[in-house]
Nanobody, 121 residues
Framework: QVQLVESGGGLVQAGGSLRLSCVAN????????MGWYRQIPGKQRELVVD???????NYADSAKGRFAISRDDAKNTVSLQMNELKPDDTAVYYC???????????????WGQGTQVTVSS
């Protein structure tokens, strides 16, 4: 079993910055794509950005130029640096990872528990 544990959410004023981190724990053989999603109550969860094992990134238009994703495969972590935050960025942010666990031949998608980000105007 694999668990994703997020940290770093909180309350920030518009224009400020936050850094989210996520660590994957468990019997991990290899992690493929990792990413960050967000969800506002009453709306569907949406992709913010993801990053492949090779480092290719895919940013939502709303995140381009303000957010930066990074990963450390030695530590099984993925981070999201969020700058120039806006009230519209307020949401619960979820970490995701496609993980090949030890002893398996396939990858499974895992989700973190979510961390609240609130941006005040």
């Amino acid at each position: 079993q694999v668990q994703l544990v997020e940290s770093g959410g909180g309350l920030v004023q518009a224009g400020g910055s936050l850094r989210l981190s996520c660590v994957a724990n468990g019997r991990i053989y290899r992690i493929y794509t990792m990413g960050w999603y967000r969800q506002i109550p009453g709306k569907q969860r949406e992709l913010v950005v993801d990053i492949s094992r090779g480092g290719s990134t895919n940013y939502a238009d709303s995140a381009k130029g303000r957010f930066a994703i990074s990963r450390d495969d030695a530590k099984n972590t993925v981070s999201l640096q969020m700058n120039e935050l806006k009230p519209d960025d307020t949401a619960v942010y979820y970490c995701s990872a496609a993980v090949n666990s030890e002893g398996t031949l396939y990858s499974t998608a895992y989700w973190g528990q979510g961390t609240q980000v609130t941006v005040s105007s």
